[in-house]
Nanobody, 114 residues
């Protein structure tokens, strides 16, 4: 089982990034997937979830209206489109199942700063 996050970087406030998470070693299409993030000195927190068909999503209040989670079951990949980024979005971003049941990947660093 492996989760590999990518797409992070340095972006100015108000900018956008798209994160990707490539999954392998399990039946991706049968599992609800989520994004999480961990800011320096803080606990890891849930960001968003997409259910197995991709048609149902849920978001933390802090990102609702700015972030979009979606999945491509043919590519075993879940994405996080992040718009209108704020400095408080700075964190390492991870993907995992809805229950965080898989080994964590290395994450991808997102830094929002001018």
């Amino acid at each position: 089982v492996q989760l590999v996050e990518s797409g992070g970087g340095l972006v100015q406030p108000g900018g956008s990034l798209r994160l990707s998470c490539a999954a392998s070693g399990f039946t991706f299409r049968n599992v609800a997937m989520s994004w999480y993030r961990q800011a320096p000195g803080k606990e890891r927190e849930w960001v968003a979830t997409v259910l197995i068909g991709g048609g149902v999503t849920n978001y933390a209040g802090s990102v609702k209206g700015r972030f979009i989670i979606y999945r491509d079951n043919g590519k075993n990949t879940v994405y996080l489109q992040m718009n209108s980024l704020k400095p408080e979005d700075t964190a390492v971003y991870y993907c995992n199942t809805l229950r965080s049941s898989l080994p964590w990947g290395q994450g991808t660093q997102v830094t929002v700063s001018s």
